[in-house]
């Protein structure tokens, strides 16, 4: 609804991307409903550079590859950031040691994002995906 709302308003009409950020895998036939996304994905999502995904099975081994590879956390502990300076692989908990909550680090992951908006950014195919 915000989405149509915005797209409507003549100050943001050739402002605003269509695209939610998210990895979907669509089932066969296609674009019907949303494929359960397991480790076979993994790679390909996080290729893909979106920071969004949907529809994972309860307890699939690929949540926990996101925990351990992308988060950096271990089981039942924080993911370590700017405010957990402490490791998450160690038995400590990893928020004993506090940072500045406000730092924000670029990692690996966050340059895929950025690749990402700078792709749909791009003079040659912005205009095809903005509101109509």
């Not at 988060?71 to 405010?83: A, D, E, I, M, V």
Request: aromatic share 10%; hydrophobic share 30%; charged share 25%.
């Amino acid at each position: 609804e915000s989405y149509l709302t915005i797209c409507n308003h003549k100050d943001y009409q050739n402002a605003i991307v269509n695209y939610d950020l998210h990895y979907i895998r669509w089932d066969n036939p296609p674009k019907q409903h949303l494929m359960t996304l397991t480790l076979k994905h993994f790679d390909d999502m996080v290729e893909s550079g979106t920071p969004f995904a949907p529809k994972f099975a309860k307890d699939d081994l690929v949540l926990d590859k996101i925990d351990k590879e992308l988060l950096h956390r271990s089981y039942g502990k924080f993911t370590p950031s700017g405010w957990c300076l402490g490791g998450s692989f160690s038995s400590k908990d990893p928020c004993v040691v506090y940072g500045n909550p406000n730092a924000v680090k670029p990692t690996v992951n966050s340059k895929r994002l950025k690749k990402l908006l700078i792709k749909l950014l791009d003079s040659e195919s912005f205009r095809s995906k903005q509101c109509k």
